[in-house]
């Protein structure tokens, strides 16, 4: 079955950096545009910053332009959120996404603390 598993996530002092993985498995990852987006406490989930499949073309939320970078190995069925400078209001739960016409799978999500 599909499976995306996220890791990577923790506490970290501001100006720190993480990165985080997602570990597909259940469908043709290379074929899939895939996301990471963010929800923080009593807010909406927001998109993050994406990676297509057909180009690798890459797009990001205005506010983490500049400091996270999102890439993809197909041959590891993975993809990543390199986030460095990370801010207070980084804190979220990052959740993976992947994507294909109607087809949308979604990760549990892994927990990320910006705080000193």
């Known amino acids: 079955q599909v499976q995306l598993v996220e890791s990577g996530g923790g506490l970290v002092q501001p100006g720190g950096s993480l990165r985080l993985s997602c570990a597909a498995s259940?469908?043709?990852?290379?074929?899939?545009?895939m996301s990471w987006y963010r929800q923080a406490s009593g807010k909406e989930r927001e998109l993050v910053a994406r990676?297509?499949?057909?180009?690798?073309?890459?797009n990001y939320e205005d506010s983490v332009k500049g400091r996270f970078a999102i890439s993809r190995d197909n041959a590891k069925n993975t993809v990543y959120l390199q986030m460095n400078s990370l801010k207070p209001e980084d804190t979220a739960v990052y959740l993976c996404?992947?994507?294909?016409?109607?087809?949308?799978?979604w990760g549990q999500g892994t927990q990320v603390t910006v705080s000193s």
């Open positions: 996404n992947a994507r294909k016409a109607w087809l949308d799978y």
């Open positions: 990676i297509r499949s057909i180009d690798g073309s890459r």
């Open positions: 259940g469908f043709t990852f290379s074929t899939y545009d």
